[in-house]
């Protein structure tokens, strides 16, 4: 794919959006600048942290809550920034995550799928 924008141009867009009903919906105009040499962060690597909203413990106590958040990052370029760099996996059948359980009822688990 060959991209068509100008490097370091100044592009103007707006959503316009109409579903079945007929509803519309229009965003403000806005801007972005268009930078040839930007990649898109990729997928190498996996954080598990406590869900922000979760007490920090070391620990749970069996059949209690633990949340956690699971981050898809390009490591490369988290390491070369000093921080952490999400990856772009928008509809990527390549991103897995399994739970494994033995012997457990993962039922109530959600977010998975």
Do not use: H
């Amino acid at each position: 794919m060959t991209d068509s924008l100008l490097d370091e141009s100044v592009y103007a867009f707006q959503v316009l959006t109409t579903d079945l009903a007929g509803n519309t919906y229009a965003t403000a105009i806005d801007t972005f600048v268009f930078d040839a040499e930007f990649a898109n962060p990729s997928l190498d690597s996996f954080v598990v942290t406590l869900d922000s909203t979760a007490t920090t413990v070391d620990s749970v106590i069996a059949g209690v809550n633990m949340p956690i958040r699971i981050t898809a990052i390009d490591s490369a370029l988290s390491n070369a920034e000093g921080k952490l760099w999400s990856a772009v996996t928008f509809n990527s059948d390549s991103v897995t995550v399994r739970v494994v359980a033995e012997g457990q009822d993962i039922s109530g688990l959600r977010g998975l799928g």
